[in-house]
């Protein structure tokens, strides 16, 4: 999968859209409106710049405010998108770069993807706010489905300051593409296998149905989706919960 190209699309798409609607609510990110996420998402831009550009593992200084004026909040956005495509082109994935997890390796092949991720359910949400919702394609979604349950969600439990109570297994299974996980939770800690497997709960739905139920998006008992068992383990798949 072509990361960088989704980055530019899905980053290009969501500027278009915010900044057409700065004070319109985004529904699924509470509280906030068009221009605060074109202002997290503009900051989240410029700060992997610095973190590739830097090299190391070590985390990276505090990241500067974006502009509080909407004109130069859009400058500000553009100009970090354009920087950072730049620097991700540039930079050997292999190279070390510092990231959040604690479970993928610190090298700048992850703010590929993850930024990828990142804008296209950031761009959903944008086109959401306006009812003009388009899924992302279900290769996509399937890849950031991988990404939260192999990487995200096991990093998030880790660092928990208190242990979770979900204990059991869930069976995650696209039915529009290939992907199945296996699930085990335990507490603070999770296990991951790519497998058909019978677990305590399952979720069965197409690839994008899923990201944006994983991701808060989308109510796990959606239309689009299927739950089963012991659905009050799905929850615990959300990433830091």
């Not at 997290?40 to 974006?66: D, F, Y």
């Amino acid at each position: 999968m072509d990361h960088l190209a989704l980055i530019e699309t899905e980053g290009v798409a969501l500027l278009a859209t915010t900044s057409r609607h700065l004070d319109t609510p985004v529904p699924t990110c509470p509280g906030w409106s068009s221009r605060r996420l074109l202002r997290h998402a503009g900051r989240l831009l410029h700060s992997v710049s610095v973190v590739v550009s830097r090299g190391t593992a070590e985390p990276p200084p505090p990241n500067p405010p974006a502009p509080a004026d909407d004109e130069g909040l859009v400058d500000y956005y553009r100009r970090s998108l354009d920087g950072l495509l730049d620097v991700l082109r540039e930079t050997d994935p292999a190279r070390p770069a510092w990231n959040h997890t604690g479970v993928a390796p610190p090298v700048a092949g992850f703010w590929r993807r993850r930024l990828a991720q990142e804008l296209t359910v950031h761009r959903w949400d944008a086109d959401n706010a306006v009812g003009a919702a388009r899924p992302p394609a279900a290769e996509v979604a399937a890849d950031g489905v991988d990404e939260l349950l192999t990487i995200l969600l096991p990093g998030g439990r880790a660092r928990a300051t208190s242990a979770a109570a979900a204990h059991g297994g869930v069976h995650v299974h696209l039915t529009d593409v290939e992907g199945e996980w296996l699930v085990a939770l335990a507490g603070n800690d999770v296990t991951v296998t790519r497998e058909h497997a019978k677990g305590d709960a399952a979720l069965r739905g197409p690839a994008a149905a899923v990201l944006l139920a994983l991701w808060g998006r989308l109510p796990f008992d959606s239309p689009d989706l299927a739950a089963y068992g012991d659905v009050a383990l799905l929850p615990a798949l959300h990433p830091g919960v």
